[in-house]
């Protein structure tokens, strides 16, 4: 049975890998509009140079992330756990931001 509070471990990093990639490019795209620059452009470019940003921040930095593999591998498996369920819903969560970027970019 998954419990709310490992839910709250799996979604949120989820979230703010999406909303990191999504966002920005939002933002740097409306700030290219009213600079004369390419919306577009500029929202692909910054979307794509994001993509490992928005992971490393939202696991909450990588080195508790490299710390709980070496410690997995000799003592605490259950934490290796989470850090893996971690960095994989932030791998996703980046994905996910990115291909909904492109996707409505390219298409619109």
């Known amino acids: 049975m ?14 703010s890998a999406f909303g990191m990639i999504t966002g920005a ?6 700030i290219a509009y009213f600079t004369t620059g ?9 979307g794509r140079s994001l993509r490992i940003w928005a992971m ?3 696991m909450g930095g990588t080195f508790s992330f490299l710390e709980a593999l070496e ?9 290796l756990l989470k850090h ?7 791998a996703l969560g980046t994905w996910c931001g990115w291909w909904l970027l492109s996707t409505m970019l390219r298409i619109g």
Not at 25 to 30: K, Q
Not at 84 to 90: D, N, V
């Open 2 to 15: 998954i419990t709310s509070a490992t839910l709250k471990t799996i979604l949120l990093p989820f979230g």
């Open 25 to 30: 490019a939002w933002v740097c795209g409306l």
């Open 38 to 46: 390419s919306p577009v452009v500029t929202m692909l470019e910054v």
């Open 56 to 58: 490393a921040a939202a």
């Open 71 to 79: 410690g997995g591998l000799t003592g605490d498996f259950y934490l």
């Open 84 to 90: 893996l369920g971690t960095f994989t819903s932030a």
